[in-house]
T-cell receptor
């Protein structure tokens, strides 16, 4: 079974631009979560989508947004890029996500390395 | 506020030298503690999930244990290929129709020298 895939793997943008990252979950998984990883802050939760609905959101500004499609693929968008947005953006998928009594495991993709100049 | 602290930040071992990594947590309503391994430039790779104090899980040279306040990842007779960053994460409770989240520690960077 194919794992979580993320595109592109590397991206270079300049301040003020916007960027869209894509994530395809493991087949059959309906939940997609996004995380930002930086050397100073570690892995931080951005948001989770389940069945095209945002179910949870971390403490990030509104410049960070996402969506999920009917085939469970997800995209995240960052507008008005800042230097501090340079990070590894990770996507994780699970069968049912993290709600309620779910004991699902999240499986991570390889990430998209975003560099903002 | 939920907190996860991993120690040490970095650990250097000789091949065959067993040791333990620590993950201490302060959360309300723990719904699971996860261990991941991350190699440079790659996404975290799932290792274990622990749900209740006293639980233990093993996989090859790794053994994870859980108490009410912390988890240990024991590495027995490590090999150079065990070199990686080991991440601990806790999942705190969410309502049935809303998600919860994983809160990660900063990780322990393990280097095993031949």
């Amino acid at each position: 079974k194919a794992g979580v895939t993320q595109t592109p793997r590397y991206l270079i943008k300049t301040r003020g631009q916007q960027v869209t990252l894509s994530c395809s979950p493991i087949s059959g998984h309906r939940s997609v979560s996004w995380y930002q990883q930086t050397p100073g802050q570690g892995l931080q939760f951005l948001f989770e989508y389940f069945s095209e609905t945002q179910r949870n959101k971390g403490n990030f500004p509104g410049r960070f947004s996402g969506r999920q499609f009917s085939n469970s693929r997800s995209e995240m968008n960052v507008s008005t890029l800042e230097l501090g947005d340079s990070a590894l953006y990770l996507c994780a998928s699970s069968l049912r996500g993290l709600a309620g009594g779910s004991t699902d495991t999240q499986y991570f993709g390889p990430g998209t390395r975003l560099t903002v100049l | 506020e939920d907190q996860v602290t991993q120690s040490p930040e970095a650990l250097r071992l000789q091949e065959g030298e067993s040791s333990s990594l620590n993950c201490s947590y302060t959360v309300s309503g723990l719904r699971g503690l996860f261990w991941y391994r991350q190699d440079p430039g790659k996404g975290p790779e799932f290792l274990f999930t622990l749900y209740s104090a006293g639980e233990e899980k093993e996989k090859e040279r790794l053994k994870a244990t859980l108490t009410k306040k912390e988890s240990f990842l024991h590495i027995t007779a490590p090999k150079p290929e065990d070199s990686a960053t080991y991440l601990c994460a806790v999942r705190v409770g969410g309502r049935e129709t809303s998600g919860s989240r994983l809160t990660f520690g900063e990780g322990t960077q393990l280097t095993v020298n031949p």
